[in-house]
């Protein structure tokens, strides 16, 4: 609650979807209570919270489904009842029919409710017309009620809070990488402190799949959604699904160099690494780094820049290989790890430079539909402050 008065996030979202659901729920039953017979009025209310989803787009597509599914039930419990009558065994049957029905993939989550409305309507009801109309208006009147609740004050939209998500993970996944960095220029680490490294890699994989998630709501609260959009939140989340691509790519090639330093360590190689090879690993990694860090930025930094800065990072990565082919006082078992080491690097900044081509495809695909939007906008709209809850 401290929070959602706060600021706004999550849960203020959370705070005001509730509330708008209990506003909804207690409107339709009272109107459903005036205005319909005691045996249905309970429907409005239930149908009110299946109406009001995290999304304008998503409560109107339950909203339909579960309309679609309130029919189906009263008209299948109606036709069982006029045609066969009130018995155990017609019951029977008018369950399995409606559970089967119910397995209908565009009634989604809502395919259950054919056979809970037709038992209703066949038990409560008896397959009366006048019953099934009046459960009919209830529905809809609870429906009416949530998605009116939802649309008078719609969810925000958060693109920008996406946006600033993909950055503290850029943010993290680059601090990382530099501190594993300095594990090969500065002394070796521990086994405690590499067991660390493969956890953070493991937790920061962890929050690409959860900020994965928000962006598909995100994206969803777009449809539908009365609220505008802002300039340049077309580009924004497709850049940002992008980079999470990017980010778990580079995450397994991380994982993957963590992985042989710990075998090093365990096999006790790592000392047999040339002082010039650790070294130059690390200020390779330190420059991957802050490719990393720029990448994911909310703000796109320009193509040129990157492109300059990965080129610097591939000649550092072809200084490495040469000495690894002339450096004559290496020891047997060098060679082996240096190779491995090589090849994590080597991948990782191929991933960057996919990376850096991926996104900049992005921003290119997205400008011209941006562009066209804003025009639509500024015909068909005047131009309003920007609130807070960008």
Not at 115 to 125: C, H, N, W
Not at 238 to 244: K, M, N, Q, T, V
Not at 290 to 300: A, C, H, R
């Amino acid at each position: 609650m401290r929070r959602a008065v706060r600021s706004s996030g999550s849960e203020r979202d959370d705070l005001l979807l509730t509330g708008k659901t209990v506003v909804a729920a207690t409107v339709a039953w009272m109107l459903a209570h005036h205005f319909l017979p005691p045996t249905v009025s309970t429907f409005a209310p239930f149908t009110a919270l299946v109406a009001v989803q995290a999304t304008v787009y998503r409560s109107f597509r339950e909203s339909v489904q579960y309309l679609l599914a309130m029919s189906l039930g009263a008209t299948l419990a109606a036709a069982v009842a006029a045609t066969l009558g009130l018995h155990a065994w017609t019951l029977a049957l008018l369950t399995l029919i409606a559970l089967r029905i119910g397995r209908v993939r565009r009634l989604g989550q809502q395919g259950i409710q054919v056979a809970v409305v037709g038992l209703f309507a066949f038990s409560s009801g008896e397959g009366r017309i006048d019953y099934i109309g009046h459960l009919a208006v209830s529905v809809v009147l609870g429906a009416l009620c949530g998605l009116a609740a939802h649309l008078a004050l719609a969810p925000a939209r958060r693109t920008s809070h996406r946006q600033q998500d993909v950055a503290h993970l850029y943010d993290g996944l680059s601090r990382r990488t530099e501190d594993l960095a300095g594990a090969f220029a500065a002394s070796a680490p521990d086994a405690e402190r590499v067991r660390q490294w493969r956890q953070d890699w493991r937790g920061l994989s962890a929050d690409c799949d959860r900020i994965r998630g928000s962006i598909d709501v995100e994206e969803e609260n777009a449809k539908l959604n009365p609220r505008r959009s802002f300039d340049g939140d077309a580009q924004a989340l497709p850049r940002a699904r992008e980079a999470l691509t990017v980010a778990q790519r580079c995450l397994d090639h991380l994982r993957s160099l963590t992985r042989t330093l710990d075998f090093a360590l365990a096999d006790e190689e790592l000392d047999t690494l040339p002082g010039t090879f650790r070294s130059g690993l690390g200020s390779l990694l330190r420059r991957a780094a802050t490719v990393m860090e720029e990448l994911g930025k909310p703000s796109p930094t320009g193509d040129d820049r990157l492109t300059e800065m990965i080129d610097e990072a591939d000649n550092e990565l072809g200084t490495l290989e040469r000495q690894e082919l002339t450096a004559p006082e290496a020891r047997p078992p060098a060679p082996t790890l240096q190779g491995t080491l090589l090849t994590d690097a080597s991948r990782l900044l191929a991933e960057l430079r996919w990376g850096r081509q991926a996104l900049a495809a992005v921003s290119t695909a997205e400008a011209p539909r941006a562009q066209a939007h804003a025009r639509g906008q500024a015909l068909g709209t005047r131009p309003t402050r920007r609130g807070p809850d960008r």
